[in-house]
């Protein structure tokens, strides 16, 4: 049966005169593949494959795209609903292809005529991602029923084929009804482009190299997504009479601003959607400004719960206390600290590719140095590997650095995907 906790981890003196309280909610689910007879899991699940098919992926591509099509079918559970989609400047469902389109149950019979349909893949043609998302979000509706939708959308190029608000209206359509995680392959892929999707439709987004990567990273979206046994999953966040819910921010695994999904469930409280759960845990930063109060008062700044389906499942307290002691209103609580310094990290990653993009290279160097000063400053050993790919770092501490002349478009790729992926720290 799968149960949620939750631990909350913050400073709660308030200097007088103070109004803004941080705190980290972690939040644990456990038991989420487990039999549930609560009905808390229940539900059915659904998965699609959108492989991209348009002509730049090319022979060598595609054949690798049919090997992590059929890895992935492999993975996929008995009894899970299931299409494939072939990309290009149309979305085709390439299986189920007959009849009505409409999903099918995977079984031995449905798994090897996916397999076979996918060896059908072909390069061809130009890439319109909004008619991906948009013919997955119709062959999802063909199965009502089901309480768990989930996508995977490969790319290797831009949206070129599409106006910017055609795939807009496929993303605000799709959003809320089914989940996506986005892979681009190669070096030909704008990151935005997919950011932006997997952003709406609570996925992920990252980098696949090379083409013989891919049924790597196939089989580890779908091992994934399989694992995910509860689905619907909010948190609802309360502020008092006066209080406003400053922002939610999951920061671990990775950083992604939720605040702007928020919908009201009442005047005081407002619920921000997490998607489906397996066995994992999760960080929360939520932020709360109230009333400054005098020195001495307390007050809950505020509740936040774990919600499935409209039922509670866990709770978490943010208090607040205003002090006159230094020694206590100053102190920054370290996951806090940890938590607020990746996302500036993150940040000065994109902000300074960005500008290297365009041609400013004195931002570019100005904010690439500011993450190597963070890198250094939090001992991420990993980070300040990536960024010396992109950057020669004469002095760490102090952030002076200088931009590399020929930097492998493949190694900036890289360090932008993983600027939003975060390392949890222990107590």
């Given at each position: 049966?799968?149960?949620?906790?939750?631990?909350?981890?913050?400073?709660?003196?308030?200097?007088?005169?103070?109004?803004?309280?941080?705190?980290?909610?972690?939040?644990?689910?456990?038991?989420?593949?487990?039999?549930?007879?609560?009905?808390?899991?229940?539900?059915?699940?659904?998965?699609?494959?959108?492989?991209?098919?348009?002509?730049?992926?090319?022979?060598?591509?595609?054949?690798?795209?049919?090997?992590?099509?059929?890895?992935?079918l492999?993975?996929?559970?008995?009894?899970?609903?299931?299409?494939?989609?072939?990309?290009?400047?149309?979305?085709?469902?390439?299986?189920?292809?007959?009849?009505?389109?409409?999903?099918?149950?995977?079984?031995?019979?449905?798994?090897?005529?996916?397999?076979?349909?996918?060896?059908?893949?072909?390069?061809?043609?130009?890439?319109?991602m909004?008619?991906?998302?948009?013919?997955?979000?119709?062959?999802?509706?063909?199965?009502?029923?089901?309480?768990?939708?989930?996508?995977?959308?490969?790319?290797?190029?831009?949206?070129?084929?599409?106006?910017?608000?055609?795939?807009?209206?496929?993303?605000?359509?799709?959003?809320?009804?089914?989940?996506?995680?986005?892979?681009?392959?190669?070096?030909?892929?704008?990151?935005?482009?997919?950011?932006?999707?997997?952003?709406?439709?609570?996925?992920?987004?990252?980098?696949?190299?090379?083409?013989?990567?891919?049924?790597?990273?196939?089989?580890?979206?779908?091992?994934?997504?399989?694992?995910?046994g509860?689905?619907?999953?909010?948190?609802?966040?309360?502020?008092?009479?006066?209080g406003?819910?400053?922002?939610?921010?999951?920061?671990?695994?990775?950083?992604?601003?939720?605040?702007?999904?928020?919908?009201?469930?009442?005047?005081l409280?407002?619920?921000?959607?997490?998607?489906?759960?397996?066995?994992?845990?999760?960080?929360?930063?939520?932020?709360?400004?109230?009333?400054?109060?005098?020195?001495?008062q307390?007050?809950?700044?505020?509740?936040?719960?774990?919600?499935?389906?409209?039922?509670?499942?866990?709770?978490?307290?943010?208090?607040?206390?205003?002090?006159?002691?230094?020694?206590?209103?100053?102190?920054?609580d370290?996951?806090?600290?940890?938590?607020?310094g990746?996302?500036?990290?993150?940040?000065?990653?994109?902000?300074?590719?960005?500008?290297?993009?365009?041609?400013?290279?004195?931002?570019?160097?100005?904010?690439?140095?500011?993450?190597?000063?963070?890198?250094?400053?939090?001992?991420?050993?990993?980070?300040?590997?990536?960024?010396?790919?992109?950057?020669?770092?004469?002095?760490?501490?102090?952030?002076?650095?200088?931009?590399?002349?020929?930097?492998?478009?493949?190694?900036?790729?890289?360090?932008?995907?993983?600027?939003?992926?975060?390392?949890?720290?222990?107590k």
């Amino acid at each position: 049966m799968a149960q949620f906790t939750t631990e909350v981890f913050q400073n709660e003196f308030l200097p007088d005169g103070g109004t803004d309280v941080h705190a980290i909610v972690r939040v644990t689910c456990s038991g989420a593949g487990q039999p549930d007879p609560s009905g808390l899991a229940g539900g059915e699940s659904a998965e699609i494959l959108i492989v991209d098919t348009s002509g730049s992926m090319g022979a060598n591509g595609i054949a690798q795209g049919r090997y992590a099509a059929t890895v992935a079918l492999n993975e996929i559970t008995d009894g899970t609903w299931f299409a494939v989609i072939a990309g290009n400047h149309v979305g085709t469902l390439v299986y189920p292809a007959y009849g009505v389109q409409q999903m099918v149950r995977m079984d031995a019979r449905t798994r090897q005529e996916a397999i076979n349909a996918v060896q059908m893949f072909r390069a061809d043609g130009g890439t319109a991602m909004g008619t991906w998302l948009t013919k997955a979000r119709e062959v999802f509706l063909t199965v009502p029923q089901v309480v768990q939708r989930h996508a995977i959308l490969l790319t290797d190029g831009t949206n070129e084929h599409e106006t910017p608000e055609q795939l807009t209206w496929a993303i605000q359509a799709s959003t809320g009804f089914y989940q996506c995680d986005v892979r681009g392959l190669g070096d030909r892929w704008r990151i935005d482009e997919a950011r932006r999707i997997a952003s709406a439709l609570l996925g992920t987004v990252d980098l696949i190299p090379t083409p013989d990567r891919m049924a790597d990273e196939f089989e580890k979206l779908i091992r994934a997504s399989m694992a995910r046994g509860v689905a619907q999953v909010d948190l609802r966040v309360w502020a008092p009479q006066g209080g406003q819910v400053l922002f939610v921010k999951q920061v671990a695994p990775n950083l992604e601003d939720i605040t702007a999904k928020r919908t009201m469930v009442n005047p005081l409280t407002a619920a921000f959607p997490t998607g489906a759960w397996a066995d994992e845990t999760r960080d929360y930063h939520v932020a709360v400004r109230l009333p400054a109060k005098t020195i001495g008062q307390e007050q809950l700044a505020s509740r936040v719960q774990v919600v499935v389906r409209d039922v509670v499942q866990a709770q978490a307290l943010v208090k607040a206390t205003w002090s006159s002691d230094e020694a206590l209103t100053t102190r920054i609580d370290d996951q806090v600290a940890r938590y607020t310094g990746q996302a500036e990290l993150a940040a000065a990653i994109q902000d300074g590719l960005a500008a290297k993009a365009e041609g400013n290279e004195a931002d570019a160097t100005r904010k690439l140095g500011r993450a190597v000063q963070l890198a250094a400053q939090t001992g991420d050993e990993e980070m300040t590997s990536r960024l010396k790919k992109v950057v020669d770092i004469d002095n760490a501490e102090t952030g002076t650095v200088r931009l590399k002349k020929a930097v492998e478009k493949l190694d900036e790729m890289a360090l932008d995907t993983a600027s939003t992926k975060t390392r949890r720290i222990k107590k």
